[in-house]
């Protein structure tokens, strides 16, 4: 249940929060660089936004199949269209001055798998990369355990890659190479409205109206910004805004699971674990992180702020903590959950952000086919939902 | 009862974390400043975790 004001805010802990944040900013500017200060403060936001507008991938599918009700996908259909027409203009080096890199993999096997186990996984677990920070920032005590998997599935990923990358592929596929930054984000643009066409009819057909992206409220303005709960438009504007700055700061489009894995593997080699033979860290950007600190690597501050950031909202909403009591049933889906998204994050070469998002806001072909493969899994996991008795079947 | 034990639970969590990230952080050196007058060119390479040369883009 939200609340709206500051009636049941948790004062304590949001002023905790904000003390904290403002803590490790000064620490970061002083002992890295303000680049990591402001990455960090934009994972704030990104936690801020994303827990004031529930904005997730996992539950807005599961509704799309289940109640085929599709504001949700239809939210994130914008977001992409947003973050497209932000990022096409600066990879396709249209402002020279502003260097950036793109999220481009190769369109194979290995994305294809783990973007369908990554689906799958994202429905036994109840929450998706950005969906599983948020949610623990929440203070949802099982998305604590599903973390814990995630990280171990994602290191176990960066192990295995090397082999699923010798398996068939396509290579490389950049849209703005092939066509031109201008081209290709018409086209991208063209392919965008056409799904989110299908989307709002599958809805109008089922139930004979469409739910707005909007909401009323009687809240004011402020109150609404700073207490919650936000519009998916106003989610959609936001994340985007923070995507495009982080695009420019870090030099990077959004990214999650990176971390989880390089925190896994500095874990296990601190446990005696040997990564010798894990290809993986052995090069570029990887090897960088894994023999720096962990705070100098921007995804993971992103991460913490991200998980920070919804907890501080969660404590302005008044929302912190919930009552909850984990059963046999979701203590296995947590698990299996957390580790069939690690897995499939990394083989995917990323997340539902990572791959996804940032994938098809870079043009690259391989955003596209983890939207394809990833609702497939999803398909799949909304099933076992129902086979480990979490959801009722369908119409039932 | 259940909120008021789910609220140490995260406490604890966030606690070693942030133990967790300051004792890796103390096993690394930290970077040298640089001087203003010096011209430091850096390889795009390995500045990013989408512009690797040995691993493929988005290690997201």
Known sequence: MRHSGSLHTDKPVALLLIVGVLVVSLFLQ??????QALV???????????????????????????????SGVRAQVLLLALTSILFFPILGKAFPELAASAAVAPVGVSVLVGAFIFGLGMQLGGGCGSGTLFTVGGGHVRMLIVLAFFIVGATVGTAHLPTWLALPSMGKISLINELGWAQALLGQLVMLAVLYGVLKLFEQRSHGDVRSLSDQSSSTFTDRVIFGPWSLWWAIIALAGLNLATLLIAGHPWTITFAFGLWGTKLWAALGG??????????????????????????????????????????????????????????????????????????????????????????????????VAGFAGTLVGIWLRIVFKIDKPIGA | MEH?????????????AAIAAAVDHTRHSL?????????????????????????PCSLD
């Not at chain 1, 002083?30 to 680049?35: M, R, Y």
Request: overall charge negative.
């Open chain 1, 30 to 35: 002083n002992a890295f660089s303000l680049k």
């Open chain 1, 40 to 70: 960090f403060l934009i994972g704030i936001g990104l936690g801020v936004t994303l827990l004031h507008a529930a904005f997730g991938f996992s539950g807005s599918w599961r509704t799309l199949v289940r109640e085929r009700r599709g």
């Open chain 1, 274 to 371: 040997d990564i010798s033979s894990w290809t993986f860290w052995q090069g570029g950007y990887a090897a960088n992180a894994l023999n720096s600190s962990v705070l100098a690597d921007t995804t993971t501050l992103m991460d913490f702020g991200i998980i920070l950031g919804a907890m501080l909202a969660a404590a302005l909403a008044g929302t912190f903590a919930p009552d909850s009591k984990i059963d046999r049933a979701g203590f296995i889906t947590a698990v299996l959950g957390g580790l069939l998204m690690g897995y499939g994050a990394r083989l995917a070469f990323g997340c539902n952000i990572g791959g996804l998002v940032a994938g098809i806001s870079s043009g690259s072909m391989h955003g596209w086919l983890w939207l």
């Open chain 2, 4 to 16: 008021k034990y789910n609220r140490w639970i995260m406490g604890t969590a966030v606690g070693v």
């Open chain 2, 31 to 55: 970077p040298t400043p640089q001087a203003n007058d010096i011209v430091v060119i850096e390889d795009d390479s390995d500045d990013s975790p989408c512009s690797l040369d040995t691993s």
